[in-house]
């Protein structure tokens, strides 16, 4: 009797050393900065530059132009000079190009932006500039430069 218990004792002991080896193990693996990949240091990086203008989630399918929120402001004012960045908060690719769906104006183009991707842009001429997404037709939005 007493030589089960030990043996049961033993094993306990063994299961419980093993168990805690293995939680110390990921705990050292998270809090390592040495583990970090540099594509997470660039992803934190372009958080701290907020963007002017937000892509928002769920935009790839129809219903974002009834509230005016395909690309959020969608009315942006900025000075003669200033930049503008976008960034795609969506699971999707988008663009910001110019003029009307489904006729390029050829002003701008950022191509198909990858989620979390962001697009920055100067405006050095007063105007209206409309923009939209080439995936999208019921994306579109405007840059007023004063
Ligand atoms: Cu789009």
């Known amino acids: 009797m007493i030589k ?12 419980i050393s093993i168990i805690g080896l293995t939680a110390e193990g ?16 660039n992803l934190q ?15 790839s399918r129809p219903g974002c132009d009834i509230e005016d929120i395909c690309y959020i402001p969608s009315n942006i004012v900025v000075e003669k000079g200033k930049s ?10 988008h663009s910001v190009t110019s003029g009307f769906y489904p006729e390029p104006s050829g002003l701008f183009d950022s191509g198909h932006l990858d989620p979390y991707q962001s697009y920055t ?18 994306m579109f939005a405007q840059v007023i430069v004063k």
């Open 45 to 59: 990086n372009d958080f701290l530059i907020p963007p002017d203008v937000v892509i928002p989630m769920k935009v």
């Open 4 to 15: 089960k218990i030990i043996i049961i004792a033993i094993i306990l002991g063994v299961s």
């Open 84 to 93: 503008v960045t976008w960034l795609n908060e969506d699971s999707s690719f």
């Open 121 to 138: 842009l100067s405006f050095d001429e007063i105007g209206t500039y409309d923009y939209f997404c080439t995936l999208h037709p019921w």
């Open 26 to 41: 990921i705990i050292f693996e998270i809090s390592n900065p040495d583990e970090t990949n540099p594509e997470e240091i």
